[in-house]
DNA sequence: AGTCTGACTAGTA
DNA sequence: CTACTAGCCAGAC
């Protein structure tokens, strides 16, 4: 009884917020991290809120699988993500992660 | 109640 | 690589 579909979004934006400085993960893996691998959609849209219910995240450090930027066009400019991204020693080539399998960061393995 | 959309993923062709 | 389908869940109409 306590499975409250809040704390889904909550434990999203803890995680997300627990990501080091220049490295990435995946909607899927975060989305299999609180249980829910079939969700990995209702990670994207918790960073679709979480601009208004947790301002701070850096949702830039989330991409899909392929360590593709699919989000960038939410962050107000589409080459915003990018940069930002780049900011942190992360090269970004044709809107993708290079060395992603590098950069990617699996929460289930740091928690 | 239903229908469509969406910052996803896996599978198939 | 593209295109489509199915599954997934929340939100807006």
Redesign the pocket.
């Known amino acids: 009884m306590e499975s409250d ?2 704390n ?2 909550e434990r999203v934006y803890e995680v997300v917020h627990q990501i080091p400085r220049g490295r990435v993960t ?4 975060i ?1 299999a991290f609180l249980g ?10 918790a ?5 208004n219910a947790c301002p701070g ?1 850096p ?2 450090r ?5 360590g ?8 107000g400019s589409p080459s915003m ?1 990018q940069q930002l991204l780049e900011n942190e020693n992360i090269r970004i080539e044709n809107d ?1 992660v290079v060395d992603f399998r590098k950069k990617f960061w699996d929460p289930a393995r740091t928690l």
């Open positions: 579909k809040q889904f979004f995946t909607y899927g893996a989305a829910s691998k079939g969700s990995s959609r209702l990670v994207g849209w960073m679709n809120q979480s601009h995240i949702a830039h989330v991409v899909n699988r392929l593709i930027l699919t989000g960038k066009h939410h962050f993500m993708r």
